[in-house]
């Protein structure tokens, strides 16, 4: 099957916003390239600039080296035998400058090159962190990922070919230019001027039409191969219904069209080839007349006639990557724009001026006291999620939060984490708004164990340690006992070492929670939040870790957003939401007694709970 072919492709997932010109998406390069306070970036790029240009004056002077070298071995020409010797031996020391020259320039340029392109990821990958989760909702990571990999190969791309292919191509040619009208005469100058501008008017149009073939041909290239993959995949169904032909037809018929547009494509290079040639030849045949001519009537001598005829085709060797040079910038440009565009991109939250810091850990501070003060939130204008939710939470107590789905229980632990800010009203911990608190701080001093604890591809010891980097190995295993997993952790024959997988794939539900508890442990919080922690376990392993939650409430203000009302039968308050508002509020007994919608709610679970067992 062939391979795919990358091509860039606008992103889907971009938001509306006027596109950047690449005349504005090479200056946002140039910071990079000319940073304003880094005097050492920019002599290296001048010391390149010198270099390119005395490479070029080297590779200019080669041919006419060897023009002189002709002239003097001519019978006529009564020059001393040391002549062209001198002359042999200066031939061969610019080619060498010419070489030496070159390769210095890229050895120079090479560090200044990929350290830009690590700057301006890393500034990606960073601006990515500050952007608000309301973006990350709206984009699929994948995507995001997708444009600062391509947009830092675009800026290493885009340095490469510039400096290595662009600009000693032009520089190239002014040189070869200006040299021959110097030496000969403008008519000269004329037209090999006009054979460079057809030939990269010729090659850029043509270029820009074989793009569309060539997007065509990856675009039925990854239809076949998704094709064929999706049958594999769902090869027991394909046997289920005996479609082994219609599957067979499917790819086929999508192979018979890549064929069709991979022959289109190959002939337009060919095209594109054939043109190419034909402008240089029709170049090199009117030089050769008029220099044949002026050889003839003496008024050039046959090292000028090789000169000339060296120039042009000097000139047709770079040129002729001007496709593929082409092609690969207008790609980089799409790329790079793209991650600008990202960079462009504005946080919803940000630190107000002046941001007040608290103390984030217990061993800091005591628990700290949160109130929701006639809060209303939406995540669209034309839905309310909470509409006036008010209650307190008394530093060192635990209070559940329960209710249908969509009823804005989870809302509310994101507005305490300020993922976002709320509509109206206000949030305060420890008697700030925490509007005016530093976003480090906030969620410096509160902990959240949620439902689906994601853990990173590397190992347990690592996942437990995220909570406090830097924290020795025994606050680590201590985190993991009160967790009650550093048994299971010690039997596993690699220990804390044991690689948990991506997203935690090969550790079970409960070992992934258990993970997630010691981390929180670890961190150490003065505010916890238990986002329906166990809601997605089974009852047997939801009992087993319901101990280990306490002790990590132990002493800590607590908020649990609960869906198993059985957990939560021993809290300080409990509060019923429904519709984005509090209908209920009250301890366990006292909402039962009162037989409202909480009575309820425990009546529906206890029967599916009996029906279960």
């Not at 005591?366 to 999620?385: G, K, L, Q, T, W």
């Not at 690689?499 to 442990?521: C, D, F, H, N, P």
């Not at 409430?553 to 308050?573: F, G, K, M, P, Q």
Request: charged share 20%; hydrophobic share 45%; proline share 3%.
């Amino acid at each position: 099957m062939p391979h795919a072919v990358h091509m860039a492709v606008p992103d889907k997932n971009r938001h509306d916003r006027p596109e950047r010109s690449a005349a504005a998406t090479l200056r946002g390069l140039l910071p990079y390239l000319w940073p304003r306070h880094d005097s050492r970036t920019r002599l290296r790029v001048v010391g390149v600039c010198l270099l390119l240009v005395a490479a070029k004056v080297a590779t200019i002077g080669v041919p006419y080296a060897y023009s002189r070298v002709i002239d003097a071995l001519q019978p006529a020409a009564g020059r001393a035998v040391m002549m062209p010797l001198v002359l042999i031996v200066a031939y061969g020391l610019l080619r060498m400058a010419a070489a030496g020259l070159g390769e210095l320039r890229d050895a120079l340029f090479a560090p200044l090159r990929y350290r830009i392109s690590r700057i301006a990821a890393m500034r990606s990958f960073t601006h990515m962190h500050q952007l608000s989760l309301r973006f990350h909702l709206n984009r699929q990571s994948g995507s995001v990922t997708r444009a600062i990999a391509r947009g830092t190969e675009a800026i290493e791309t885009l340095l490469r070919v510039g400096v290595f292919n662009v600009a000693p191509t032009l520089i190239e040619a002014l040189m070869v230019i200006v040299v021959i009208w110097r030496l000969f005469d403008w008519r000269y100058a004329v037209v090999m001027l006009l054979a460079v501008a057809v030939y990269v008017l010729f090659t850029i149009q043509f270029t820009s039409w074989r793009i569309g073939l060539r997007r065509q041909m990856n675009e039925i290239n990854s239809e076949a191969s998704w094709k064929a993959l999706d049958s594999l995949l769902n090869y027991e169904t394909v046997k289920y219904f005996g479609n082994e032909d219609h599957e067979r037809r499917r790819y086929e018929d999508a192979q018979h069209r890549y064929e069709h547009a991979a022959i289109r494509t190959q002939i337009s290079l060919n095209g594109l080839n054939f043109g190419q040639a034909a402008i240089i030849a029709v170049a090199l045949i009117a030089v050769m007349l008029m220099a044949g001519r002026d050889v003839e009537a003496g008024r050039m001598t046959v090292g000028h006639f090789v000169l000339v005829n060296t120039y042009l085709m000097q000139l047709y060797m770079p040129l002729n990557f001007l496709g593929s040079v082409y092609t690969s910038l207008r790609n980089s440009l799409v790329d790079l724009e793209h991650m600008f565009a990202l960079m462009d991109e504005q946080a919803d939250i940000t630190d107000a001026p002046g941001a007040v810091s608290i103390p984030a850990r217990l061993d800091q501070a005591p628990a700290a006291d949160i109130r929701f003060e006639n809060v209303h939130f939406s995540y669209r204008p034309d839905r309310e999620i909470l509409r006036g939710v008010s209650f307190h939470v008394p530093a060192g107590h635990r209070v559940a939060i329960v209710g249908p789905t969509g009823a804005g229980k989870s809302t509310i632990s994101r507005l305490l984490f300020r993922f976002y800010d709320v509509t109206s009203g206000r949030i305060m911990l420890d008697g700030h708004d925490i509007r005016t608190l530093s976003q480090a701080a906030l969620r410096g001093a509160v902990g959240v164990v949620p439902q689906d604890t994601i853990l990173f591809n590397d190992t347990i010891g690592y996942n437990i340690a995220y909570g406090r980097l830097g924290a020795s190995q025994a606050e680590i295993e201590q985190a993991a006992r009160l967790a009650c997993i550093h048994d299971f952790i010690m039997s596993l024959p690699e220990g804390y070492a044991t690689r948990v997988g991506e997203r935690g794939l090969k550790l079970s539900g409960g070992e992934k929670q258990r993970v997630a508890i010691a981390r929180t442990i670890l961190k150490n919080p003065r505010v916890l939040v238990l986002d329906e922690a166990t809601s997605a376990l089974d009852t047997r392993t939801e009992q087993e870790i319901q101990s280990a939650l306490h002790t990590v409430a132990a002493n800590r203000t607590t908020l649990i957003i609960a869906h198993r009302l059985s957990t939560i039968v021993d809290v300080d308050e409990i509060l019923v939401m429904g519709q984005g508002r509090i209908v209920e509020r009250g301890t366990h007994r006292a909402l039962l007694a009162r037989g409202g919608v909480y009575a309820e709610m425990w009546a529906v679970q206890a029967e599916e709970e009996a029906a279960a067992t």
